[in-house]
């Protein structure tokens, strides 16, 4: 059974840049979908997507608010994913997840929500200050 674990929150300035890392353990698969989500404070029940990214097709997926800004990858030591966070705003200040598993094509991954992904992570909060 794949888990997940995540570093690398932290509080930071607006304007500047922060790395998350996912962990994966318990599975290993050469395609694997993994993403990121963020939860916002006073808003328990809902997950924003971030970026997905389907392994072994380096077909990645970022929401609006973050794309130019943000860029995940895949981190083959840790078999999991990165986030790298750059210009961050007030505004991105959030409970950050990693999921895996649930979408079985890239296609499918692109388009998933949180609804479909099948593992996640505790979260690691991320705090951006004026």
């Known amino acids: 059974q794949m888990t997940l674990a995540e570093l690398g929150g932290d509080s930071v300035q607006a304007g500047g840049s922060l790395r998350l890392s996912c962990a994966a353990s318990?599975?290993?698969?050469?395609?694997?979908?993994m993403a990121w989500f963020r939860q916002f404070p006073g808003k328990e029940r809902e997950r924003e997507k971030v970026?997905?990214?389907?392994?072994?097709?380096?077909?990645?997926y970022y929401s609006k608010s973050v794309r130019g800004r943000f860029t995940i990858s895949q981190d083959i030591a840790k078999n999991g994913v990165s986030l790298q966070m750059n210009d961050l705003k007030t505004e991105d200040t959030a409970m950050y997840y990693c999921?895996?598993?649930?979408?079985?094509?890239?296609?499918?991954?692109?388009?998933?929500?949180?609804?479909?992904?099948?593992?996640w992570g505790h979260g690691t909060q991320v705090t951006v200050s004026p």
């Open positions: 970026a997905s990214l389907y392994t072994g097709l380096g077909k990645t």
């Open positions: 999921a895996a598993l649930g979408p079985e094509t890239g296609e499918e991954c692109m388009v998933a929500g949180s609804s479909s992904m099948r593992t």
């Open positions: 318990g599975y290993t698969s050469s395609g694997v979908c």
